[in-house]
């Protein structure tokens, strides 16, 4: 190019010079293909060089101040043409973005105006409200109501750090324990903007919630929009993520709960990381992508304690994209980069927490940073060669990231990882086991295999069979452009639509191993579908609007009756109009009627109980009971519990554990024992829970503590309870001694019975 921006200087100097310019050589072009090789310099694009030698001449004819007498015809349409296209962009832009920010702001309206008509949210009392916080999710609402209620805001922050107020007998870093920046953060913001003179705490509180839940549905528009260049794909991902609601979001029912706040950032990463991956991006696009990328990373891990657990899973994908050296190694060093600094920065905010040390995350970064820089030409040879050294590729970095992390456990050592080491050999059927922790997590609905409604929901939404079919055709194009690396053909950047080859697409490719790893571990744990479904949505939506992919079914066809670009774009338009009507006729009553239906959700007895508490029971009162229970009365009442309803915290469990004792065959003395350890002074049953029925009876709390004590008998294949002691939630009721000498019932309605722990034991027979 330099060659030619001198001869072209040469040219206008021979416009005044005729002699000089019948000297000058002539620059000689040869088509080929659409290019053009010039003399003394390599082939170039020839649309490309005519650009460039025009604009280059117009900048050497405006230094040199001089004007030749041309016809300005061509230029003028060069500029008109070129105005309309970017005024089009621009209005194709703009148009997206504020469809994308309406489907969020509507989203948001319609779940706050549904969650109303469910809990009939703004008729009640503030007691009310905060009983409709379900699965002990209030417990996270309590400390949001803390921060308001210190004098100041470093105050709070402090006693957070120190509290000895919320599990009895201990002194815990609440902030880290319950990851609760979320609530530091809003209240913050309340405080600072003076919201309590117009809107109330818990408003506050649940719109804001309610906002990020609209950034989520704003970030997979985008997503869709970004891969398959139509915002309309967008439109259909959202309209399939509202429809499938019940298998998208917990929102609905238990707002406070961690993900509900981790989850919108974790959309706007991926969000991030696709336009990241992308080829045809300007740098200010991609610096712009990086730096979100970098910023949602960190709050992602700030904010959910599973988080770096997701973020693996994520790794896992972009390396194998590395591995079949589908996408840049500068853009990996870079994503290297957001999570390593991500991960510091956890740590130091988290309070040098050691589960960050020992995550999946670090191992397989530094597996693959020590495994690529002893394999620097593991990218190169033939194919047989290249299969080689990618085996010993995983072999090295899988074995280097777990020795890493066997070694960080040892130096230092993690509390949390040897129950789920063995609740994951349970899982998978390699060993068995009667700890009632390990079983008490399987039975967990989250941990279990999702049910056949889950599947039946997804296909009477026509997700799934769509969703089947664009899976199929991405994941035999990216196979394709697999061995084609793996047998040194180059990755093409330029493509273009009548090439047919979505799965040479970078942000295709890892979407596809998205969805694949995310969806394997959806079809083991029903709690993961969080994670699986809105992207099955986003990525079904992008391919039933992208021309790119239909092309690449038609290449394979090797269709030739009608011309494969016309009518891939016309299915591209025409497929998900179609899908978007039947889903407005079958889905829009039902969404609104949503809307219309009074809902009543009213519990009497849970508010009967927590009315006696705050009004009888002393400020220093210590409770025990189930973790749920538990998350409610320390929201309403303030006391201090035995357990939090967190699965993540091995010591938290055990004392879950030991407060379950009540449902199990146990005597006075032993009960009482235990309650006295932790300091209980107030002890409540659930006749829910020492009464259960559930046709899978193996996984009652009082099943799994039998089974756990060593109290069944197996008699052809039935398992039967047998110990010297009745079960004590049953047998304290009858109010004769030993019981009443250890404990005094002082309230009771048809759900709860609260008994006192009596501090000093009166033998009455």
């Not at 061995?483 to 040194?488: A, C, I, K, Q």
């Not at 239909?550 to 269709?559: D, E, I, N, P, Y």
């Not at 299915?571 to 809307?595: C, H, K, M, N, Q």
Request: proline fraction near 4%; hydrophobic fraction near 40%.
């Amino acid at each position: 190019m330099t060659e030619v921006r001198c001869r072209n200087k040469e040219i206008l100097e021979g416009d005044r010079d005729e002699d000089v310019r019948k000297n000058e050589p002539e620059v000689q072009t040869i088509h080929v293909n659409g290019s053009m090789s010039t003399e003394g310099d390599g082939s170039v694009s020839n649309d490309e060089t005519d650009d460039r030698q025009q604009e280059e001449e117009d900048g050497v004819k405006e230094e040199a101040g001089e004007q030749k007498e041309s016809n300005p015809e061509p230029s003028l349409k060069r500029v008109k043409t070129s105005s309309a296209s970017f005024l089009q962009h621009l209005l194709r832009v703009f148009f997206g973005c504020l469809a994308a920010v309406a489907c969020g702001v509507l989203y948001a309206v319609y779940l706050s105006t549904y969650h109303d008509r469910k809990f009939w949210f703004s008729s009640r009392q503030d007691l009310e409200r905060e009983i409709t916080f379900q699965e002990g999710s209030g417990i996270y609402y309590y400390y949001f109501k803390h921060m308001l209620a210190t004098p100041s805001f470093e105050r709070g922050f402090y006693e957070l750090t120190l509290d000895n107020k919320t599990v009895s007998g201990q002194t815990i870093n609440v902030v880290e324990r319950l990851s609760l920046y979320p609530e530091l953060i809003t209240s913050f913001i309340y405080r600072i903007t003076s919201s309590h003179d117009f809107v109330e705490p818990i408003y506050f509180y649940v719109g804001t919630i309610f906002g990020l839940q609209a950034v989520y549905v704003t970030a997979l528009f985008v997503c869709s929009w970004v891969m398959s260049g139509t915002w309309v794909a967008g439109m259909l991902a959202v309209a399939w993520y509202v429809i499938n609601r019940p298998d998208t979001t917990k929102v609905d029912h238990a707002i406070p709960l961690r993900d509900n706040w981790a989850l919108p950032y974790f959309s706007c990463q991926v969000t991030a990381l696709t336009g990241f991956l992308s080829n045809n991006i300007s740098s200010a696009t991609e610096m712009f992508c990086y730096l979100t990328m970098s910023a949602t990373s960190v709050t992602f891990l700030l904010v959910w304690e599973h988080s770096h657990y997701v973020l693996f899973v994520q790794g896992l994908c972009l390396f194998l994209l590395d591995s079949f050296d589908l996408v840049p190694p500068r853009k990996m060093a870079d994503i290297h980069k957001v999570y390593l600094s991500s991960l510091f920065l956890a740590y130091i905010f988290q309070f040098q927490n050691p589960t960050l040390l020992s995550s999946p995350l670090l191992s397989l970064l530094i597996g693959s940073v020590l495994a690529r820089y002893f394999q620097q030409k593991m990218k190169m040879g033939p194919l047989v060669a290249r299969v080689l050294k990618l085996l010993l590729h995983f072999h090295l970095v899988f074995t280097t990231g777990i020795t890493f992390c066997y070694v960080v456990k040892k130096l230092i050592p993690v509390s949390e990882n040897d129950f789920i080491v063995k609740f994951l050999e349970v899982k998978f059927g390699l060993n068995t086991t009667t700890d009632f922790i390990t079983n008490f997590l399987l039975c967990q609905e989250s941990f279990q295999t999702p049910s056949q409604d889950f599947f039946l929901r997804m296909t009477q939404a026509s997700v799934l069979p769509f969703y089947f079919l664009v899976l199929a055709v991405c994941l035999l194009s990216t196979l394709q452009t697999i061995y084609s690396r793996l047998n040194g053909q180059p990755m093409e950047t330029n493509l273009k639509l009548e090439d047919g080859r979505i799965g040479e697409q970078p942000q295709v490719i890892y979407h596809v191993f998205h969805t694949l790893l995310f969806g394997g571990l959806s079809l083991l744990f029903d709690g993961l579908k969080y994670l699986w479904t809105p992207y099955v949505c986003m990525f079904t939506a992008f391919g039933v609007c992208s021309p790119e992919l239909w092309m690449t079914v038609f290449k394979w066809l090797k269709l030739k009756s009608v011309h494969p670009v016309v009518l891939s774009l016309i299915l591209s338009t025409a497929v998900p109009t179609i899908i978007g009507f039947s889903l407005w006729r079958e889905f829009s009553p039902r969404l609104l009627a949503d809307l219309s239906d009074l809902q009543e959700f009213y519990d009497p007895d849970t508010l009967e109980l927590i009315t006696w508490i705050r009004s009888q029971a002393p400020a220093a009162t210590v409770f025990a009971g189930s973790p749920q229970l538990l998350g409610i009365v320390k929201l309403c009442s303030g006391s201090a519990v035995t357990s939090l309803p967190l699965y993540t915290d091995f010591h938290l469990l055990k004392r879950t554990e030991d407060t379950y004792q009540v449902y199990g065959m146990r005597s006075a003395e032993d009960i009482y024992k235990i309650l006295t350890s932790q300091k209980t002074n107030y002890m409540i049953i659930e006749e829910s829970l020492c009464n259960e029925l559930r046709l899978n009876k193996g996984c009652r709390v009082k099943d799994l503590l039998d089974i756990s004590n060593g109290h069944v008998v197996y008699d052809k294949g039935e398992i039967y309870s047998f110990s010297r002691h009745g079960r004590f939630c049953q047998e304290i009721k009858l109010n004769y001694s030993p019981y009443t000498n250890y404990f005094t019932r002082v309230f009771w309605n048809r759900s709860y019975h609260v008994y006192k722990v009596n501090s000093v034991i009166s033998f009455q027979y």
